[in-house]
């Protein structure tokens, strides 16, 4: 009986998608692994931040390293400010809540340089809201809480701003001081800590990370495996046929 002959064609051809299957899923199984990593030390500075002590707010001097890419290496830094809240152009920005549909409520405050800084002094229900049953200070303030970047891009299905109406949906502080004529305004927001049970309720900030990063990894390295495999099973195939 004369022996078959391996498939070289067919084997070439399975043993190319094999190595581009395991080189592909096995680099994205490394690229998670980074990005875990990248994860868990992003949380460790974020919750060290929010537990520091506060530090003055930013000025001018800092604005623009604030509104560009590397922004982000300040938000939920602890900050403290001083000035006089300008409740009469406040802004509500719809939001759901454990109260059911509510607004934050994001109010200009002064500071003694003429700058201007929006505070999210927390929620309030859209009854409270809408009725402005409200807790309004007077007189200078100070405000200690943690540095935000502001929302200029919208989600998927979320309503568009509509600044000429006054309807708020994210609070995207570049609309928000525009429409409300502020030409030195900074280009974050602070959300303030809670200071008691009047409305609104600061204290309200999420500070949560969602990190699947490690069950991306092990499927991607999973998936490795199993064209490492399923490419074993056709070379024994080839072998026993032979």
Same mark, same amino acid.
């Given at each position: 009986?004369? $022996?078959?002959?391996?498939? !070289?064609?067919?084997?070439?051809?399975?043993?190319?998608?094999?190595?581009?299957?395991?080189?592909?899923?096995?680099?994205?199984?490394?690229?998670?692994? $980074?990005?875990?990593? !990248?994860?868990?030390?992003?949380?460790?500075?974020?919750?060290?931040?929010?537990?520091?002590?506060?530090?003055?707010? /930013?000025? /001018?001097?800092?604005? $623009? *390293?604030? +509104?560009?890419?590397?922004?982000?290496? +300040?938000?939920? =830094? &602890?900050? =403290?400010?001083?000035?006089?809240?300008?409740?009469?152009?406040?802004?509500?920005?719809?939001? /759901?809540?454990?109260?059911?549909?509510?607004?934050?409520?994001?109010?200009?405050?002064?500071?003694?340089?003429?700058?201007?800084?929006?505070?999210?002094?927390?929620?309030?229900? #859209?009854?409270?809201?809408?009725?402005?049953?409200?807790? &309004?200070? #007077?007189?200078?303030?100070?405000? %200690?809480?943690?540095?935000?970047?502001?929302?200029?891009?919208? !989600? @998927?299905?979320?309503?568009?701003?509509?600044? #000429? *109406?006054? =309807?708020?949906?994210?609070?995207?502080?570049?609309?928000?001081?525009?429409?409300?004529?502020?030409?030195?305004?900074?280009?974050?927001?602070?959300?303030?800590?809670? $200071?008691?049970?009047?409305?609104?309720?600061?204290?309200? %900030?999420?500070?949560?990370?969602?990190? *699947?990063?490690?069950?991306?990894? @092990? =499927?991607?390295?999973?998936?490795?495996?199993?064209?490492?495999?399923?490419?074993?099973?056709?070379?024994?195939? #080839?072998?026993?046929?032979?």
């Amino acid at each position: 009986m004369s $022996q078959a002959r391996i498939r !070289w064609p067919s084997l070439m051809i399975a043993t190319l998608i094999a190595v581009i299957g395991i080189a592909g899923f096995t680099s994205l199984g490394v690229w998670q692994v $980074q990005r875990l990593h !990248w994860k868990l030390d992003l949380i460790e500075r974020v919750d060290a931040r929010i537990h520091a002590a506060p530090l003055p707010a /930013p000025g /001018p001097e800092d604005w $623009q *390293a604030i +509104a560009s890419a590397d922004g982000a290496g +300040a938000e939920y =830094t &602890r900050v =403290t400010l001083r000035g006089e809240y300008l409740h009469r152009e406040e802004a509500l920005i719809y939001t /759901p809540s454990d109260y059911g549909p509510a607004f934050w409520v994001l109010t200009p405050l002064r500071r003694d340089d003429g700058t201007v800084v929006l505070v999210n002094r927390g929620v309030v229900p #859209e009854a409270e809201g809408r009725a402005g049953d409200l807790l &309004r200070p #007077e007189g200078e303030v100070t405000v %200690t809480g943690l540095l935000r970047l502001s929302e200029d891009h919208r !989600w @998927l299905f979320a309503r568009k701003n509509d600044p #000429e *109406a006054g =309807t708020w949906y994210r609070r995207d502080v570049g609309s928000i001081t525009t429409a409300k004529g502020f030409d030195r305004a900074a280009p974050y927001f602070v959300d303030a800590e809670r $200071q008691g049970d009047d409305w609104p309720r600061g204290g309200r %900030t999420v500070v949560s990370f969602r990190n *699947a990063h490690l069950s991306y990894a @092990l =499927t991607w390295f999973a998936l490795a495996a199993v064209v490492a495999v399923g490419y074993g099973l056709v070379l024994r195939m #080839e072998l026993r046929r032979r």
